[in-house]
């Protein structure tokens, strides 16, 4: 390793230390004010009573300070659960908002500081370790030792960088009260963008913006030479940063609605709640614009754009889940299964999400148009069960947390409603194909091997068969790593592109369909 | 019932390619393929990639494993020690016997060793078997410091790749005065050996080994070359070509020159037992731009899925159509259609030749004196297979080819359009009824540079 590799791995877990140590850091006091300040106005007397055993008390950790906010609000709701008064129950969690707002810490004091120390300097060793990777080497692919790696091949690296992920996703979704510490210190980047306070969401967004600039440069040196890759990496980094991250903080700060202009139903699984469709109309013109361009995304751009390009120029070029595991991920995309059992597992799966997203937010649309007259506040539950289930289980804690143990692609393959709509209509209706190179193929096995969606990439490959799958999602990397230059990522006619009996070139004794 | 019992000795891409189309054809037939190497079919072609940690061993195995009870193809993974022809009875190492109907005999390839002192030495080993890689993985596991390959072609230039991931400096030693030049034309062997050295790979050209020098315990310490210098190494690869695999066959009714001798049906002298892949020897070469004995991935393939038809009752002929191959080395990647031999006859046949300014981007192509194309070979971009199967079976103008020469282009999106500059390297040259293409918007504006 190169001296400016070895003092950027450093810094990195210097700057991962800090991030993992600062919920760690200060204390925590409460007072009515700050419980009134912080509760929906319905709940202040009642809340600033329920914690008023907490009032002064300085608990040195997190742990102590939720752990009586919880016994004390808990013993409440209980009581009132015993004797049935269920509206008087209070379902509110003020729990991160309280944490927040008694925290007194350092990095409260000196965000700056704290963000340089943590975030800062894992950035600029992750940026040191990869900006000059494979400097002087020539252009090639750089997939030497991955299975001999702790990391890349389910090691004791492996388990450690999941477990972590996973735990990381658990708190964020959770137990976000834990981390107010690591919110404390990016709430002058949240006032700078959007003049407002910042939420365990913007920690998040600028963690995972972070992420994917760091590993999409970690790209662009590993796939030196490649302009397919350096370009769509670019686009994925641009699209994160410009409109998940940026545009929708601009917005609020410009008193408009939060919105994400790339992301897309159902994959976007709330855009029809009805307090989506609410802030749109209450939005005025920009408002309803938002809510224009969300549908014609759904009926016009995914159909238009899947049949000339293929479902790549979303999921590989301008998603965020994509862009995460197109870059954070690539490390792991040998990871992926690639068992015919898999495949099964994967459709019976992905098309049940899809279809559970559809009847969800049909039924979301037709009870917000009944006035809800119709389910009443049955969809409320059916939107809880699939942002718990779907929206946070499985895209977050599994579909991040399972990159070193299953692939960077387990939520975009198994799990995401718009890839498997995506997905149809690449498989049915579109240009798009990977084609083999006649009968150049010998079956190496670098293709199946690194296609992170599982796909058996050779099975085809040998035959001389296109390849039209519905969950390639186009990264190029198969016709990147193949030696024998047999993979070529196109689009072009409809006409022949699905051959059912492919027949292989180059033997003139006899025609056989391979 | 089965209808017979067709046994194939042999699991690599032809005896498998065999039994796959066997099945396809004929439901009825008992196959059973043999192997001591390994149970399961893999790709020999990726044992490297196994070494550098790009996949696993399973990773090279092109068919799950439930794939072949599934076909009913029977798997035994033994060594066969003799064939008792006249019996229809192979014996294994094991003792065992299996009777066979037909017989089709896949044993492949060995590396060669031209009987030079010390090749038997620890330390000193080909690249061709599982059982190869197990060895190599052994030899490098322990105080190399230096390594020595004997033999500039394929294989060599895997090993060599090999070796540098394993951080061994190499040494390799080529007996002509280019790399591979008994197969490629001067310029492509002089880019080839320009990258070998940008890899820090040691090459010294027309050098042969003369000897291997043993240390105390029997392991290699040191070659000496045909310039009578000496150079110290712990690791020896012999990787001057391979020769078929046929030893236990000799002696017997078989008939059995460099390798097993087969008509263009496969067939031996022995009725029920047929060759394929790399240990047939063809009576008569195939075509005239071929050899005798076929040592290439695809040939194997297409030899077995030929015999299968013969044995399901279509007798086929053998009837390769153009020619193709392909190879890495190093960063690489190399194709080639038709018929590009080292040399040419300047009389009868015209040359076309472009280089990057990189040089590491060349397209070579040869014609007759009417101006028809023989052949191209292509270096560091990707041409696309079915176009030039077509042209040079249809014997195309040059003209022609190089006009439609985008439509061949078989790089992947936004990588440079070299079309462009050998289009007008070609007018420049030979002149000709077409416009160069152009540079579209996009390539443009997000294309790589030519």
Known sequence: MRLLEKIGLVLFLLGMGVFIAIPFLGSYTLDRDLVVSNTKEIHQEKMGEILSPMYGKEYTSNFSFLSDFRSNFNSYNDQLKSQQLWDQVIWDDYGFALAKAAASTPVRENPWLWLGLSIGLAVIGGFLYNFKKYEGEPAGIKNNGIFHSKLKNRGWLGMVTGGFLILFYILLYWFPAYLVNLVWMVEPISKMLSGGSASQWFLYGLVYTMAILVMGIRMFRKYRGNKYQQLRTASVMFFQTAFAFLIPEILVLLNQPYFDFKNIWPLDYDFFYDYQIDTFLSGGGVGMFMLIWGILLIIVGVPVFTYFFGKRWYCSWVCGCGGLAETVGDPFRQLSDKSLKAWKYERWIIHSVLVLAVVMTALTIANYFSGFSLLGNVTNQLHSFYGFAIGSAFAGVVGTGFYPFMGNRVWCRFGCPLAAYLGIVQRFKSRFRITTNGGQCISCGNCSTYCEMGIDVRAYAQRGQNIVRSSCVGCGVCSAVCPRGVLKLENGPEENRIQELPIIIGNNSIKINA | ?450
Not at chain 2, 158 to 178: C, H, Q, S, W
Not at chain 2, 252 to 277: C, Y
Not at chain 2, 420 to 425: N, T
Not at chain 2, 445 to 450: E, F
């Open chain 2, 1 to 450: 019932m089965p209808t017979r019992h067709i046994v194939i000795l042999g699991n690599g891409i032809s005896g498998i390619t065999c039994a796959r189309q066997l099945r396809k054809l004929e439901d009825q037939v008992r196959i059973t393929v043999i192997s001591g190497e390994s149970k399961y079919f893999f790709s020999r072609t990726a044992l490297m990639y196994v070494s550098m940690g790009h996949m696993k061993f399973e990773h090279t195995q092109p068919y799950e494993n439930w794939f072949w009870e599934k076909n009913r193809i029977e798997l035994i993974h033994q060594w066969v020690k003799e064939v008792k022809f006249k019996e229809k009875t192979l014996i294994f190492s094991s003792g065992e016997k299996l009777p066979y109907d037909q017989l089709v005999i896949a044993t492949g390839s060995k590396p060669n060793k031209f009987g030079w002192p010390g090749q038997d030495l620890n330390g000193v080993q080909g690249l061709y078997s599982k059982q190869d890689l197990e060895l190599f993985e052994e030899n490098t596991s322990v105080n190399v410091s230096h390594a020595v390959i004997v033999g500039g072609g394929l294989i060599g230039i895997e090993m060599a790749e090999m070796l540098a991931y394993k951080k061994i400096p190499v040494t390799f030693l080529v007996r002509e005065k280019g790399f591979w030049d008994n197969v490629l034309p001067r310029e492509e062997s002089e880019l080839v050996g320009r990258h070998i050295r940008e890899h820090h790979i040691h090459l010294m050209m027309e050098t042969e080994l003369k000897e291997i020098i043993s240390d105390e315990k029997g392991r290699v310490k040191a070659v000496i070359t045909s310039k009578n210098e000496e150079i110290s190494c712990q690791f020896v690869g012999l990787t001057a070509g391979v020769s078929p695999n046929v030893d236990f066959l000799r002696g017997t009714e078989l008939a059995v020159g460099r390798g097993v001798k087969v008509n263009e049906f496969f067939q031996t002298n022995l009725p029920d037992v047929f060759a394929i892949g790399d240990c047939a020897e063809f009576e008569k070469a195939p075509a005239p731009d071929r050899r005798p004995i076929e040592q290439v991935w695809y040939t194997g393939r297409m030899h077995g899925e030929t015999l299968a038809y013969t044995l399901c009752g279509k007798q086929t002929a053998y009837n390769p159509g153009i020619w193709f191959n392909s190879a890495k080395f190093l960063d690489i990647e190399y194709q080639t259609y038709g018929t590009v031999p080292p040399i040419w006859d300047e009389e009868k046949v015209q040359n076309f030749y472009w280089e990057h300014s990189g040089g590491k981007v060349s397209f070579r192509m040869l014609m007759d004196a009417q101006g028809k194309i023989l052949g191209v070979n292509n270096f560091g971009f990707r041409l696309r297979h079915e176009f030039f199967d077509q042209a040079i079976q249809e014997k195309w103008t040059v003209e022609r080819v190089i006009a439609g020469l985008k439509k061949a282009n078989f790089d992947p999106e936004f990588f440079a359009p070299y079309y462009l500059e050998i289009q007008q390297a070609f007018k420049k040259k030979f002149g000709g009824d077409f416009q160069p293409e152009k540079k579209s918007w996009i390539q443009k504006i997000l294309g790589a540079k030519v």
